[in-house]
């Protein structure tokens, strides 16, 4: 089995201009639900990681 990087499968960070691989599940209070990467939570609470 080989191991991709880019597997789309993978989710991927929801903030604009990131293309990191999303890490955890944050409540936005505009959004709501964002799955984002550990660099772009923005500093709102983490409900889960992914
Ligand atoms: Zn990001």
Redesign the pocket.
């Given at each position: 089995m080989s191991a991709q990087s880019d597997d789309p499968s993978e989710p991927a960070?929801?903030?604009l201009g990131?293309?990191?691989r999303?890490d955890v599940v944050i409540r936005h209070p505009t959004y709501g639900k964002r799955t984002?990467?550990?660099?772009?939570t923005g500093g709102y609470p983490v409900i889960r990681h992914v």
């Amino acid at each position: 089995m080989s191991a991709q990087s880019d597997d789309p499968s993978e989710p991927a960070c929801g903030a604009l201009g990131c293309h990191e691989r999303a890490d955890v599940v944050i409540r936005h209070p505009t959004y709501g639900k964002r799955t984002v990467c550990d660099n772009c939570t923005g500093g709102y609470p983490v409900i889960r990681h992914v």
